[in-house]
């Protein structure tokens, strides 16, 4: 299989796995930030409020938030333009560009570049806040990937995974902080791992040679992880997968959902606005799994090329007039295997990331029709009275949905 099919995507968005500790606000009343055409937004789930981040710094093409520290201030991710020539493979180049770290404090509107000390490569992405004070980066070379922890501001990295084992990626802290989970895109294949703070005491999880496991996910209690199983061999787009749990040790592991029926690379878009995705379970508070599930016969309007260069890291030729189907948002408990589904929309369409707010009554999901952009909605945790919130910037559509945690939904936010 390809190592890396989608390691570099997922890094550039910034840990996305990781960034599901943003997953947490007040209900209608929350905030959440959500992307669009490069830029950062934020608005209310009640739909008012809607501000653009416009930061004054230059040679900068998109801004994503990743993480929170304990004081509400955001780790965000910046790139510049691409640095890469017609038809050279995605993975020749893409590390290439310069990558920067920032902490903005919503309050003040201070904008800080970290991890500049000693700085290793030009493409650093984070993976995971550990605490205030430690951050796990990507650092990518000609070489491979390789995860290191250091001080914010760069110093003292330590090797947190070894070069040559893979690309580790989809980084996820337990609720107590003491245990890390993470995948290792390798030759052996996608492997969930877990281990500590400092990178010791692995443990594997999950492996199998026909396997792609991918991006664990810690249950509210600690107790199990959630993660994705996908049939690489038949699907090398990784258009579905099943949803799997597991034991932070690998034991009781298991599919709750068969027949590959979870979305799984999100792709959306017309010809000429395209977009997607990874697009992962996320648990409920009370310990349950929302997920996209495939309706029967399902099939999207951008087919992968099997065997065709990959010069862009999408790959895939827009064949509208061939898909059908879509995907419900779907809520599952994992003990007993009992699936609610919360929509149904006639003619179908394509729901995906969904993410509950902490008190359980809304939930925020993106809806695209066939061959159209994406949309962010909200629903109540019921599946009642979902609405739309927002197309994005001059309705392009709207992506990457993320609840503001309690502590940063009453500050005075300052954005351009």
Same mark, same amino acid.
């Given at each position: 299989? *390809?190592?890396?099919?989608?390691?570099?995507?997922?890094?550039? =968005?910034?840990?996305?796995?990781?960034?599901?500790?943003? &997953?947490?606000?007040?209900?209608? =009343?929350?905030?959440?930030?959500?992307?669009?055409?490069?830029?950062? #937004?934020?608005?209310?789930?009640?739909?008012?409020?809607?501000?653009? %981040?416009?930061?004054?710094?230059? +040679?900068?093409?998109?801004?994503?938030?990743?993480?929170?520290?304990?004081?509400?201030?955001?780790?965000?991710?910046?790139?510049?333009?691409?640095?890469?020539?017609?038809?050279? /493979?995605?993975?020749?180049?893409?590390? *290439?560009?310069?990558?920067?770290?920032?902490?903005?404090?919503?309050?003040?509107?201070?904008?800080?570049?970290?991890?500049?000390?000693? @700085?290793?490569?030009?493409?650093?992405?984070?993976?995971?806040?550990? &605490?205030?004070?430690?951050?796990?980066?990507?650092?990518?070379?000609?070489?491979?990937?390789? $995860?290191?922890?250091?001080?914010?501001?760069?110093?003292?990295?330590?090797?947190?995974?070894?070069?040559?084992? +893979?690309? /580790?990626? +989809?980084?996820?802290?337990?609720?107590?902080?003491?245990?890390?989970?993470?995948?290792?895109?390798? /030759?052996?294949?996608?492997?969930?791992? $877990?281990?500590?703070?400092?990178?010791?005491?692995?443990?594997?999880?999950?492996?199998?040679?026909?396997?792609?496991?991918?991006?664990?996910?810690?249950? /509210?209690?600690?107790?199990?992880? !959630?993660?994705?199983?996908?049939?690489?061999?038949?699907?090398?787009?990784?258009?579905?997968?099943?949803?799997?749990?597991?034991?932070?040790?690998?034991?009781?592991?298991? &599919?709750?959902?068969?027949?590959?029926?979870?979305?799984?690379?999100?792709?959306?878009?017309?010809?000429? &606005?395209?977009?997607?995705?990874?697009?992962?379970?996320?648990?409920?508070?009370? #310990?349950?799994?929302?997920?996209?599930?495939?309706?029967?016969?399902?099939? !999207?309007?951008?087919?992968?090329?099997?065997?065709?260069?990959?010069?862009?890291? %999408?790959?895939?030729?827009?064949?509208?007039?061939?898909?059908?189907?879509?995907?419900?948002?779907? @809520?599952?408990?994992?003990?007993?295997?009992?699936?609610?589904?919360?929509?149904?929309?006639?003619?179908?369409?394509?729901?995906?990331?969904?993410?509950?707010?902490?008190?359980?009554?809304?939930?925020?999901?993106?809806?695209?029709?066939?061959?159209?952009?994406? =949309?962010?909605?909200?629903?109540?945790?019921?599946?009642?009275?979902?609405?739309?919130?927002?197309?994005?910037?001059?309705?392009?559509?709207?992506?990457?949905?993320?609840?503001?945690?309690?502590?940063?939904?009453?500050?005075?936010?300052?954005?351009?």
């Amino acid at each position: 299989m *390809k190592i890396g099919r989608r390691g570099f995507i997922a890094m550039a =968005a910034a840990g996305l796995a990781s960034c599901r500790s943003l &997953n947490a606000g007040r209900g209608r =009343a929350g905030r959440f930030f959500f992307t669009s055409g490069g830029k950062t #937004g934020m608005m209310r789930g009640d739909g008012s409020g809607l501000r653009w %981040f416009e930061f004054d710094v230059p +040679g900068q093409a998109t801004w994503q938030p990743c993480q929170f520290f304990s004081d509400g201030r955001v780790l965000f991710l910046s790139m510049e333009p691409r640095r890469d020539g017609p038809g050279r /493979p995605f993975a020749e180049y893409y590390h *290439k560009t310069p990558t920067h770290l920032w902490i903005h404090d919503l309050d003040t509107g201070s904008l800080v570049e970290i991890a500049t000390r000693d @700085r290793m490569a030009p493409f650093y992405t984070p993976q995971l806040l550990l &605490n205030d004070d430690r951050v796990l980066v990507q650092v990518v070379r000609d070489g491979g990937g390789q $995860t290191y922890s250091m001080n914010i501001d760069g110093s003292d990295a330590c090797e947190f995974t070894r070069l040559g084992e +893979g690309m /580790p990626y +989809g980084f996820s802290l337990s609720p107590d902080g003491r245990r890390v989970a993470y995948h290792i895109a390798g /030759p052996a294949g996608y492997q969930i791992w $877990t281990c500590d703070p400092d990178g010791g005491g692995r443990t594997l999880v999950a492996a199998h040679p026909e396997r792609l496991y991918f991006a664990p996910a810690w249950s /509210p209690d600690g107790t199990w992880l !959630v993660f994705q199983d996908c049939r690489f061999g038949q699907d090398p787009g990784h258009d579905w997968s099943d949803v799997v749990v597991a034991r932070p040790d690998g034991s009781e592991l298991r &599919n709750v959902t068969s027949g590959q029926s979870a979305w799984f690379a999100a792709t959306y878009g017309p010809a000429d &606005n395209r977009g997607g995705g990874s697009n992962m379970p996320t648990w409920t508070r009370d #310990g349950r799994i929302l997920f996209s599930r495939r309706r029967p016969g399902s099939r !999207v309007p951008w087919a992968y090329q099997t065997g065709r260069p990959d010069t862009d890291h %999408f790959n895939r030729e827009f064949v509208p007039d061939q898909a059908r189907g879509g995907t419900d948002t779907c @809520r599952i408990d994992p003990a007993g295997g009992d699936i609610e589904c919360l929509t149904k929309c006639e003619p179908p369409v394509w729901d995906f990331r969904q993410t509950e707010s902490p008190d359980g009554r809304s939930i925020l999901f993106c809806r695209a029709e066939t061959g159209g952009s994406p =949309a962010i909605w909200i629903m109540d945790g019921d599946g009642g009275n979902p609405r739309m919130l927002t197309r994005g910037v001059d309705d392009r559509g709207a992506d990457h949905p993320r609840w503001l945690p309690r502590h940063s939904d009453s500050y005075g936010v300052r954005l351009g």
